[in-house]
């Protein structure tokens, strides 16, 4: 055996291997996880991206307790402080133990040998085919490395590199997932027990607790005093039982996805600090804020929800919240319908080509328009109509019937295409699979993108402060009328969530069926959106504009003005205030802006002897379904009309009385025509539709009557669409 000892010790004496240095090693060193930082450098959340092994950061020696370090010196190399990487002694024991057959306790590697085999996979360690001559190879190794390394850190890389139990690698992730602590707070039995696994990371637990139970005997003199050894087999029990995945972080709200998305973004990968633009109070708040809400909506089946909030001149994003911190779905990214949340743009659209003012008068009369799938029929939220509404009433109040025949009068092309420039790019289908209906969200969008676009609108129409999309003076006039409570009241009221302390534009939308609510707005400095609904698509109950997102949307936005207020912006160049009255007064009296050369002082209505009649309702070649659930009496069509003074309805050839007064209609199946006809018996407008369903028993003639009462019939399929959005 002498003989071999000083064979090894001559030829690690000349021969020398290229060895990486300890600052190499430690460079190379990745934690399987990503950390996330605020803009503070406060850690928002750490994600595993690297599923091949458990590690987190590196940690230094003077970082782990050293008990630690003496049990493992102990267990695996009690001579290591004198040795030069090979412990002849040892090797000679080993030797004459394997001779002689007796057991070992211990093997002949060094801690600077088991260290060359994790840095060099040649050299580690296998099940089969452990030989001498890999002995010699890491003997070699070892010489080299206690030629340029110090003792403090080959024992630190140690163990660091080592593997503890699974996919545990490295006392960082040993420590935590084991015993829940970080190694600096290891005590005597647990660093037992870590001790004890670096010879057999898959031993059973019984084996394990044995080993380490021996070893903490051994060091009895050296350690404080510890529990007899029916604590130390409790204690491996309930480490193994510990889950060997992430430690959990306080939730944020930020998914996993983002974390890794964001990390690609910044070229970086496993183990690297990805610094965001987030705050990490406001997220805390908003994550807080929104779980509040969300189960104050439980009962209403709401279930989830996202929150952005971005900085309006740099365009940071301060605030991430992708769900509430529930899962990982990221509702900032899907895809949901964007209800009435489309509409200023819409509006913006109508002022910057001078097609409307903010005191134009909108016809908010029921429409039927054809289109190649049936009649699209838009409704107001409340199904209700006003006859007529300015477009600062119809934008505020979040009228869809108005939104409609603005969109007609801009162009559905234009709109389009205007939208995908403010960077929706979701909207992928040309604009006739989008229809009328684009005008009240039905194209699906995603609250970042939403966000953003509501961001150029704060911004006076310049996108990441340098392209023009909006015009100036028509993004001041919407985002005058998105922040003026007054116009709002019409359909809200005058105190609502909407209604913040200190200047700010907002606009809420609801998609058909209730599935998603939205509320984005903006003050002088943040513009924040907000979502709740499903992400499995299902319907809210009774969730409206003011209820569902927007209460989330105000705390976020008080939070972020709690110490300074919010101005609203300065008029930009060509923009004059103008008094403009209403004849007849469908509408206060009030100050309005307009874009220079557009201002008017007064907004007459045609009176009605003066309008080009024409039927309303029902609109020619519809189809009216009778409801089998509404008993016959109760089911009414209400006839209405445009400009029907001095005329009357006729029915099928029977008169149907004064089409100024409206009349409503006892329904039969079949086809019929409703004229508007004049004193000289005249037609002057006539519509052709149908009505399908089953006659009542003993229903055998239509019946008239001059009161307006509700219409109790529902609109559905063959080619009728209701197509409506709520607010």
Request: hydrophobic fraction near 45%; aromatic fraction near 6%; proline fraction near 5%.
């Amino acid at each position: 055996m002498k003989i071999l000892a000083w064979l090894l010790l001559l030829v690690a004496l000349t021969v020398h291997a290229a060895v990486p240095t300890p600052q190499e090693v430690k460079a190379a060193w990745r934690s399987s996880d990503t950390t996330l930082l605020d803009r503070h450098g406060e850690i928002l959340a750490t994600v595993r991206v690297d599923m091949a092994g458990r590690r987190l950061g590196w940690v230094a020696l003077d970082d782990i307790s050293p008990t630690l370090g003496r049990a493992v010196l102990q267990a695996e190399d009690q001579r290591f402080m004198e040795h030069g990487g090979i412990d002849f002694q040892a090797i000679g024991k080993a030797a004459w133990d394997n001779l002689f057959g007796q057991q070992r306790t211990r093997g002949a590697s060094t801690i600077t040998m088991q260290l060359a085999g994790l840095l060099d996979p040649k050299l580690a360690p296998r099940s089969k085919g452990r030989t001498w001559a890999r002995k010699w190879d890491q003997a070699l190794a070892a010489r080299e490395l206690e030629a340029g390394w110090n003792k403090r850190q080959i024992l630190e890389a140690y163990l660091n590199l080592a593997s503890y139990r699974g996919e545990l690698q490295g006392i960082g992730a040993a420590a935590r997932n084991l015993f829940g602590k970080a190694p600096s707070g290891l005590d005597a039995g647990e660093a037992a027990i870590l001790a004890s696994l670096l010879r057999a990371p898959t031993a059973p637990p019984r084996t394990v607790a044995k080993r380490a139970c021996a070893l903490a005997r051994e060091l009895a003199g050296e350690l404080e005093p510890r529990t007899d050894c029916a604590a130390i087999e409790w204690e491996v029990d309930a480490a193994f039982a510990r889950t060997a995945s992430a430690p959990a972080s306080a939730p944020t709200g930020v998914t996993p996805q983002f974390v890794r998305r964001l990390g690609g973004a910044v070229g970086s990968s496993s183990g690297s600090v990805v610094r965001s633009t987030l705050d990490a109070s406001l997220q805390r708040f908003a994550v807080a804020t929104l779980r509040r809400h969300l189960a104050e909506l439980a009962e209403r089946n709401v279930g989830d929800g996202a929150v952005i909030v971005i900085d309006n001149a740099s365009g940071d994003v301060l605030a991430y919240v992708a769900n509430g911190g529930a899962g990982e779905v990221d509702g900032v990214t899907a895809l949901r319908q964007a209800g009435s949340t489309l509409k200023p743009f819409l509006y913006e659209l109508a002022l910057e080509r001078g097609q409307l003012t903010a005191a134009s008068l909108l016809d908010d009369t029921p429409v039927d328009i054809p289109t190649v799938g049936g009649l699209y029929v838009p409704q107001n939220y409340d199904h209700q109509y006003r006859d007529a509404a300015s477009v600062r009433t119809s934008l505020a109040g979040s009228l869809n019937v108005p939104a409609v025949r603005t969109l007609m009068l801009t162009g559905l092309e234009r709109f389009h295409e205007r939208l995908r420039l403010l960077g929706i790019t979701s909207l992928t289908e040309a604009p006739e699979f989008y229809g009328w209906s684009l005008a009240l969200g039905s194209g699906d969008v995603s609250l970042l993108e939403l966000a953003h676009a509501y961001r150029t609108l704060a911004n006076g129409g310049v996108q990441d402060g340098k392209r023009r999309v909006l015009d100036a003076r028509a993004s001041f006039i919407v985002a005058d009328i998105l922040s003026d409570r007054a116009a709002r009241s019409t359909t809200f009221g005058l105190s609502n969530e909407l209604a913040t302390g200190f200047w700010s534009a907002v606009k809420t939308g609801t998609s058909k069926d209730m599935r998603d609510n939205w509320c984005v707005g903006f003050s002088d400095r943040y513009t924040v959106g907000v979502w709740v609904g499903n992400f499995d698509g299902g319907s809210m109950w009774d969730v409206s504009g003011v209820s569902g997102a927007a209460p989330v949307w105000r705390d976020v936005m008080d939070y972020l003005h709690r110490d300074r207020p919010s101005r609203p912006p300065a008029a930009p160049p060509g923009i004059v205030r103008q008094t403009v009255r209403f004849a007849p007064a469908v509408e206060p009296e009030r100050g309005e802006w307009f874009v220079r050369g557009t201002e008017v002082a007064l907004v007459e209505m045609l009176p009605p002897a003066k309008r080009a009649p024409r039927i309303v309702y029902p609109a020619a070649d519809s189809v009216i379904a009778l409801d089998p659930d509404i008993p016959a009496p109760l089911q009414r069509v209400s006839l209405r009309a445009y400009g029907g003074a001095g005329l009357r309805w006729e029915l099928d050839g029977a008169n149907a009385g004064p089409a100024d007064r409206g009349a409503t209609w006892a329904p039969l199946p079949g086809e019929h025509e409703v004229k508007l006809v004049g004193e000289d018996g005249r037609a002057v407008a006539a519509a052709r539709f149908e009505v399908r369903g089953a006659a009542a028993p003993g229903q055998l003639a239509s019946t008239f009557s001059t009161s307006t009462g509700g219409s109790a019939i529902r609109s559905s399929g063959n080619g009728v669409n209701s197509g409506e959005s709520e607010r």
